[in-house]
C-alpha cells in the first residue's frame, strides 16, 4: 500500500456552492513524487482552499467518460472487479499539457492526454462490469489548479504561462465514496503492478 494515501477528499464550494459532488463512489488517481508537490505549490499559490481540501489527483471514474460507481456497490465487489485491473497496470508516467481554462469557466487546469496508456486504464475500469452513472462530458483527464479564486487577469496570466516538464505518476487508485451530504471518505485504496519500475 502506498505511504502517500491521500487524505479524505473534502469539497466545500463557496463559489459553486449549488453543485453537489452526486452520491457514488470515484476512482481517482493521485499524482505522486515531485510533480505531486509543485502542483500543490501552484494551489496554494493561487487557490490556497483548493489546495487545503485534497491533494492533486485525476478522476478515472465520477465526473468525465463515466460517472461513479453505485453508491450501493459493496467494497468487496469492487476490490474484485478492478484488482485484475490494477495487477496488469503498471505505474503511468504522463506528460502534462498546457495549462487550459475548462469551457466558460474560470477554472484552470493541467490537461493529460485522453489516450493511450491513461484511457486503456479508464476504458478498462468503465468495462469492469462494475455499474457507473453517466457521465456528463467525455473523458478529460486533468489536475484542477484553482476551483474557488477567481483569478485577477495578472494571475491568471500567470498560471496560464505554467509549464511543467515532469510526467505526472500515477501509481495507485483510491477509491472515493460520497453520500447523500456530498461528504467523501476513502474507501479503498489500490496500488498499481509494481513491474515496469
Known amino acids: 500500500m502506498p505511504t502517500d494515501v491521500p487524505r479524505d477528499l473534502r469539497y466545500a464550494d463557496d463559489e459553486y456552492g449549488d453543485w453537489q459532488r452526486p452520491a457514488g463512489i470515484f476512482v481517482l488517481a493521485p499524482i505522486a513524487g515531485p510533480t505531486a508537490v509543485k502542483i500543490q505549490q501552484l494551489q ?11 491533494p492533486p489527483h485525476i478522476t478515472l471514474a465520477g465526473s468525465s467518460g463515466v460517472g461513479p460507481i453505485r453508491a450501493d456497490t459493496p467494497v468487496e465487489a469492487i476490490r474484485r472487479q478492478l484488482a485484475p ?23 484552470v487546469s493541467l490537461p493529460l492526454d ?7 486504464l479508464h476504458d478498462r475500469i468503465a468495462q469492469s462490469g462494475l455499474s457507473f452513472g453517466s457521465a456528463r462530458f467525455t473523458f478529460t483527464p486533468h489536475v484542477t ?18 509549464r511543467l516538464s515532469e510526467p505526472a505518476v500515477l501509481d495507485h487508485l483510491v477509491l472515493s465514496a460520497t453520500d447523500e451530504q456530498g461528504l467523501p471518505r476513502t474507501v479503498l485504496v489500490m496500488q498499481l503492478a509494481t513491474f515496469g519500475r
Open 44 to 54: 496554494a499559490r493561487f487557490d490556497p482552499k483548493l489546495a487545503a481540501a485534497y
Open 85 to 107: 485491473i490494477v495487477e496488469a497496470t503498471a505505474a503511468l508516467h504522463l506528460p502534462f499539457g498546457r495549462p487550459q481554462r475548462f469551457m466558460q469557466t474560470n477554472i
Open 114 to 120: 485522453a489516450h493511450g496508456p491513461l484511457r486503456v
Open 145 to 162: 489548479l484553482n476551483l474557488y479564486r477567481t483569478l485577477t487577469p495578472d494571475a491568471e496570466r500567470a498560471l496560464m504561462s505554467v
